[in-house]
């Protein structure tokens, strides 16, 4: 009896080999699959249209974290320099309709070392493009370049960029580009406008872009949106060059 019972137990072994095995096998098919499903994505070209919310199709690419493009460089230096010192004395427009029916900006208070002075709304949504250890140093010079005559409508300042140079490498994540501009200055003296040499030495850092959170203000879309280049500005001086006037 006790030699049947074992008999019969040593019969399940060659089923459980074979069960296995054949298991083995499906997991290695299974394998080869998967392998082969990575190899031929891996062949595949990375997309490079994105469809935007709106409906906008652009194209876009790979690279580093602290990798920027020359194009995006330059056009973050001008479009953040034009929205600093571009002094109209009206608020920045943020719809259609106010594009249309522009409010007066009665402006934004700067503390000064000589009592207060004041900047633009524009100028102050620009200074967001500024390293926060620079910004506040900046918007006082700012304020010190600003004429009162904006905040009661009859100066007018309006920045023409003439140049941007290509990005020189500085650092990981830094270059330096060089900007020649004027301000013209425009009253009710002068309707030719004054012109004034801004030729300066801009230095620009990498960042991590902002996310945008859902809700947001005008104001905030604003600032969020001079952010989305994942660029700040961290330095500026006086650019010295011979053939400059």
Do not use: C
């Not at 801004?198 to 230095?203: G, H, I, L, Q, Y």
């Amino acid at each position: 009896m006790v030699q049947l019972i074992e008999k019969r137990n040593t019969n399940y072994l060659p089923l459980f080999v074979l069960g296995s095995v054949g298991l083995q096998l499906v997991i290695l098919v299974f394998l080869v699959v998967q392998v082969g499903a990575l190899s031929r994505l891996s062949r595949q070209a990375a997309p490079t249209l994105v469809q935007m919310q709106d409906g906008q199709a652009i194209r876009v690419g790979t690279m580093a974290a602290q990798d920027r493009t020359p194009e995006t460089i330059r056009r973050f230096v001008n479009d953040t320099l034009v929205l600093m010192f571009n002094w109209s004395g009206s608020l920045p427009a943020a719809t259609a309709e106010d594009a249309q029916q522009p409010q007066p900006d009665p402006g934004l208070p700067v503390e000064m070392e000589r009592g207060k002075g004041q900047v633009t709304t524009a100028s102050w949504q620009a200074s967001f493009a500024f390293s926060e250890d620079f910004r506040q140093d900046f918007l006082k010079r700012v304020a010190e370049l600003t004429p009162p005559g904006v905040f009661s409508g009859t100066t007018q300042v309006v920045m023409v960029v003439n140049h941007v140079s290509e990005p020189v490498v500085v650092g990981e994540g830094r270059w330096q580009v060089d900007v020649v501009a004027h301000l013209y200055i425009f009253d009710e003296t002068n309707a030719l406008g004054e012109a004034i040499p801004f030729n300066r030495e801009v230095f620009v850092e990498a960042v991590t872009a902002p996310a945008v959170p859902e809700g947001e203000t005008p104001l905030e879309q604003a600032i969020y949106g001079i952010r989305q280049a994942g660029l700040q500005i961290y330095a500026i001086r006086e650019l010295n060059r011979e053939d400059l006037p």
